[in-house]
């Protein structure tokens, strides 16, 4: 078998014009994939097939796209899945769609029945939408929300790819792909608990161009930053009141002790020593500036886009 791949390479990369010679090297890939369960034959094959992704003639990129689909289980479908996204990007669009479509379809069948990783899965759709030329937005936007509903743990990274979709220049100009926009903007306001820099997300939600979006879109990304607003207030509303409440303690303390002590000036401490101030009892990442900074975005730039509704 090993003498027979060494003839099916060297087909493949001497002679890849030769069409009949490759369709046949290909037929013979398929032949001991479907005969071996060697892992290192079904690796070479593996290798063959990606080759082929690259032959002029298109039937023989579409049988090398099935039989690689084909190959696809839980132990490959990153290394096999990353392979196809990547060679996507060098793709003409009609079969670097093919490819985002086939990657999709496998990796989301069965209620992800392949994918362990969802971290992972995550960041290859927003590398999927951000390939040249995706038009697979409204499956990838589907699968960016399903898997936020679905997978808790995954909610992190989705957030993180989320703003990363939303600031990327080339999406917001993409008519195929306002689905993804809009997905991103729904998971960032969903799951705004979850995001490491709220203040970050507003800016993200916020920019001027977002005006260029059809209004379907523009809804979305408004009910977001008002999500994501009413997080951050929310917590630092909390923040202050336990603060104050730490505050009255400290003085309610300061009161007994200048009983006790009758007065004695030499043992009281001031009290501004004393007082925790908001943000060191409890993480609070947001201040007053941080609240009116993300409040006047709004003003500026959500303003504008509520109005041309």
Not at 11 to 33: N, Q, R, W, Y
Not at 265 to 279: D, F, H, L, Y
């Amino acid at each position: 078998m090993s003498l027979t791949f060494e003839c099916v390479r060297t087909v493949l990369t001497a002679l890849p014009a030769h069409g009949a010679a490759v369709s046949l090297a290909i037929g013979k890939v398929k032949e001991f994939l479907a005969a071996s369960d060697d892992p290192n034959l079904r690796y070479l094959g593996l290798l063959a097939l990606a080759l082929s992704l690259g032959d002029a003639d298109s039937n023989i990129r579409r049988e090398a796209l099935h039989l690689m689909m084909g190959m696809v289980d839980e132990n490959n479908v990153m290394d096999i899945a990353g392979m196809l996204v990547s060679h996507a990007a060098r793709s003409d669009p009609e079969f670097a769609n093919d490819i985002l479509g086939a990657v999709l379809a496998a990796c989301g069948r069965n209620v992800y029945e392949l994918v362990s990783d969802f971290d992972w899965y995550v960041s290859l759709l927003a590398d999927m939408a951000r390939s040249l030329h995706c038009a697979q937005g409204d499956e990838i936007g589907r699968q960016l929300v399903d898997v936020g509903l679905r997978v808790h743990d995954a909610r992190p990274e989705l957030v993180r790819s989320a703003r990363s979709l939303l600031i990327d220049p080339a999406l917001l100009g993409n008519n195929l792909l306002c689905s993804v926009l809009s997905a991103a903007a729904w998971v960032s306001g969903e799951y705004i608990d979850c995001s490491k820099d709220p203040v970050e997300l507003v800016e993200a939600l916020s920019q001027p161009r977002t005006s260029l979006l059809p209004m379907s879109v523009r809804a979305v990304y408004i009910q977001a930053v008002l999500k994501v607003v009413t997080f951050c207030c929310n917590l630092y509303v909390e923040s202050s009141n336990d603060s104050n409440k730490e505050s009255d303690l400290v003085f309610d303390e300061l009161a007994v002790d200048q009983t006790v002590s009758r007065g004695s000036k030499s043992e009281i401490q001031p009290a501004e020593e004393q007082i925790v101030m908001p943000g060191t009892a409890k993480n609070d990442p947001f201040s007053n500036k941080s609240i009116v900074y993300m409040i006047n975005l709004i003003e500026t730039t959500v303003g504008p886009l509520v109005e041309s509704k």
